[in-house]
């Protein structure tokens, strides 16, 4: 019986094991028959956990929350401005100019009341109502020429003031304020005056341009000769040459001009910048018609001699010393 049993087992034994062919899914082979194979994979030794590192879990630095300051938005406008000067100016002298303009623009203003007939002056230009210093006491004709040459003055006194700016910032605000000027002189010839057509409206700023390069150099040369010389260019252009122009009128704009232009010479560049300059109107007539000290004395002078010393006299008094007794 235990030799049969033995003979069972070795021929089992000697039978081909199932485990090296491929099993079929109804057959299940008991523990002992599986086959292990040679070339079985080591499982890898448990890794200790890593630390967790400080520098990954660390916080990213938040940037520090500006503080409100006061008038920040002032230090930042000029910072810009500072680093980008040659960007900002063309607009700063933009906005400026205009309101330098309108405040030279508004001196002699004119209107066409739509209840009365419009009439013409013997030149064809369009007689409009006016009021105001320069149409009431100087009796100017309330015209498109009139208002444009009385512009373009107040213009040349804000343009000599301009011409002291930086040389870099100078040439944008001298253009800007021309360019306002006849920005709304062509506005004024389509609303006020019904010219409607564009070249003949181009044909008239051309004559208007040419007048205002002619006025400039001519008060320019009034201002470097004196007042005889400005006094000439000023009839000739605000007062369009009328050989019936009263001289005292002439003489208070030219006091005018002269007053402003040194007013200006003491006006900061901040103030000008912000526009925040008037313009004031021509004084009393009257303040020109006391007599002058010179206008009595001869042209030349008359040497006399004394005992003391030879001293040249205007009309035997006192000598001058730089044009002032």
Known sequence: MTSNSSYRLLRGLSRPSYSCQTPRASIKLPNPYRCLSTTSTPTPAPQPPKKPDPQLNKPEPQPPIPQAEPKLGLKVAQAVRRHASSTTEPYIAYGATDMLYKECARQAPYSFPPDRPRTKTPAGEDLGVGEGYWYHTLNLKPTFSTWAQITMLH?????????????????????????HFFHDAEARMATLHGIHSASLRSRYLKDLFVQYRGAIAAYDEGLCKGDAVLATALWRNVFAGDVWADFEHVAAVV???????????????????????????????????????????PFGGVVRETNETNETTMGGKEPLRDGVR
Request: proline content about 7%; charged content about 25%.
């Open 255 to 297: 006091a005018h001009v002269r007053r402003h232009v040194a007013g200006l010479d003491g006006v900061s560049d901040e103030v000008l910048v912000r526009a925040e300059m008037r313009f004031a109107e021509p004084g009393a007539v009257g303040l020109v018609r006391a007599r002058s000290r010179g206008l009595g004395e």
């Open 155 to 179: 213009m040349y006194m804000l343009l000599v003031r301009l011409r002291c700016f930086p040389p870099a910032q100078a040439p944008p605000w001298q253009q800007h304020l021309v360019d």
